[in-house]
C-alpha cells in the first residue's frame, strides 16, 4: 500500500487549505483512513478518521467543527478540508491506513510521508 498525502502549504490565520490522500496498491474498502498531524517537538496526534464506507468519521476536539474529512471511493482518496486554520494547526499532516478507524496511531499499518501546514498569525 502507498500513501501519497498532498495539499499542504503556508497560508495566514483563518484561511482553509484541503489535504487529499492517494492510495494504491490495494483495495481496502473494509478498512479505515485517518489523518494525523506532528509538529516540531511534539507527538504524533489524532486529527479525524473516515470510514473507507463514509458511514462513521471521528475528530479531535481541537478541530471539530474547523475540519472536514471525506472520501471518494471511486479515486481511493480521502480528503481533510481545513478550515478557520490557526497557528496552532501548524504541523506535518500525515494520512494513515488501517483495520478500522481509530483515534490511535497504534491501529494504523500504512502511512503517507506527510504534507507540511504552515499557519502564520
Known amino acids: 500500500v502507498q500513501l501519497q498525502a498532498c495539499g499542504g502549504g503556508l497560508v495566514q490565520a483563518g484561511a482553509s487549505l484541503r489535504l487529499s490522500c492517494a492510495a494504491s496498491g490495494r483495495t481496502f474498502s473494509s478498512r479505515g483512513m485517518g489523518w494525523f498531524r506532528q509538529a516540531p517537538g511534539k507527538v504524533r496526534e489524532f486529527v479525524a478518521a473516515i470510514s473507507w464506507s463514509g458511514g462513521s468519521t471521528m475528530y479531535a476536539d481541537s478541530v471539530k467543527g474547523r475540519f472536514m474529512i471525506s472520501s471518494d471511493n471511486a479515486k481511493n482518496t480521502v480528503f481533510l478540508q481545513m478550515n478557520s486554520l490557526k497557528p496552532e494547526d501548524t504541523a506535518i499532516y500525515y494520512c494513515?491506513?488501517?483495520?478500522?478507524?481509530?483515534?490511535?496511531?497504534?491501529?494504523?499499518?500504512?502511512w503517507g510521508k506527510g504534507t507540511l501546514v504552515t499557519v502564520s498569525s
Open positions: 494513515a491506513q488501517g483495520d478500522s478507524t481509530s483515534d490511535s496511531r497504534y491501529e494504523y499499518d500504512y
